[in-house]
């Protein structure tokens, strides 16, 4: 067998390989089982025979090696040009959030009364029933202190049901004048609806000052409604019965659904509900040490979630604590 001629033709097609597996096809002619060179190495009875060959082998392998390095250097060269990046192009917008819809109404409320004077004040979730019920005058027998209603975690200590504790804390804090509005999480026993959620959110206001009449409130209250919802939109004042105001009133809007036709978000009442507010009842004047004779003042409470609602047409108030993006991403 001439080797040198089996040596030539096998580094001539290795050197052509001109992929990975013409390289190996080449490599099992010239390297594999059953090439001429490895039944050689078999039938191999002499020393110097066996260290020719041995040394071919070696010198093929060598060959092999080196090709595949190189044909692994070409794809990835080929690979690197081809995904080549151009770190001065501007990259891809990541998706970005947004401010949640109450969260957005919190903030124009905000707006609304910082414009008119008023400081902002943050409450406790959890509150006593010192806070909760007794500074605002509510009765031993209201509901409202009952267990089905509210959620205590003691006979003293309980979630908040509405922002007016901070109103309280407040006015034992300082002298009037007080202008002032507190907002956040509330929690209630309520059946869940359309327009009720055992959480929500409110914003209360309070202002006590010489010289407060009803007509200082309603002014307010309208200015806040026309602010938030547009001229259009009819409002109505109703009288009601709260325990720490008197005289009381409730701020109706006119449903955005039905357009004041009457339908299931409203109750076929053509009206959605605010909240509620009054002048502050002497009993609460008197209990931070306020002289109802020199002071008075209006107190309102309403919801967050109500006035989303009212203000872009959601027609239940669950749509807006599902986490639906389809339903957020909207607002």
């Known amino acids: 067998m001439d080797w040198e001629a089996y040596e030539s033709q096998a580094g001539q097609a290795v050197a052509g390989a001109a992929t990975l597996d013409e390289l190996d096809q080449a490599r099992t002619t010239y390297l594999g089982r059953k090439s001429e060179l490895k039944q050689a190495l078999r039938q191999v009875r002499d020393r110097e025979s066996g260290m020719t060959l ?6 093929l392998e060598q060959a092999v090696e080196g090709r595949a390095e190189q044909l692994e250097r070409a794809r990835l060269e080929q690979t690197l040009a081809a995904d080549a990046v151009d770190v001065t192009l501007l990259g891809e917008q990541p998706p970005r959030g947004h401010l949640h819809l109450v969260t957005q109404m919190r903030r124009d409320v905000e707006n609304v009364f910082l414009g008119l004077g008023y400081e902002v004040v943050d409450g ?6 010192h806070y909760n019920f007794d500074g605002l005058a509510f009765p031993f027998w209201h509901p ?3 267990p089905h209603n509210s959620l205590f975690f003691d006979d003293d200590v309980l979630l908040r049901t509405e922002t007016s504790p901070s109103q309280i804390r407040v006015m034992e804090s300082r002298r009037p004048p007080v202008y002032m ?3 956040g999480r509330v929690y209630r026993r309520d059946t869940i609806d ?3 959620y055992p959480i929500f959110h409110q914003v209360e206001g309070l202002a006590v000052d010489r010289g407060i009449t009803l007509a200082d409130l309603k002014g307010t209250l309208l200015h806040l409604m026309r602010e938030l919802f547009g001229q259009e939109r009819q409002v109505r004042f109703r009288t009601h019965y709260f325990p720490f105001t008197e005289p009381s009133m409730e701020p109706d809007v006119s449903c955005f659904l039905c357009n004041g036709a009457g339908c299931k978000t409203c109750k076929f009442s053509g009206w959605i509900e605010m909240g509620g507010s009054g ?5 609460v004047l008197e209990f931070v040490g306020y002289d109802p004779e020199e002071y008075s003042g209006f107190a309102f409470g309403l919801g967050l979630e109500r006035m989303a609602q009212l203000r872009h047409g959601v027609p239940d108030t669950r749509l807006l ?3 639906d993006l389809r339903v957020l991403s909207q607002f």
């Open 181 to 183: 509005i507190s907002h």
């Open 321 to 323: 604590w599902q986490s």
């Open 54 to 59: 041995n040394a071919l082998r070696e010198r």
């Open 124 to 129: 406790r979730e959890v509150e006593t029933t």
């Open 279 to 283: 002048m502050v009842d002497p009993a």
């Open 194 to 196: 359309a327009t009720h």
């Open 144 to 146: 409202a202190r009952s």
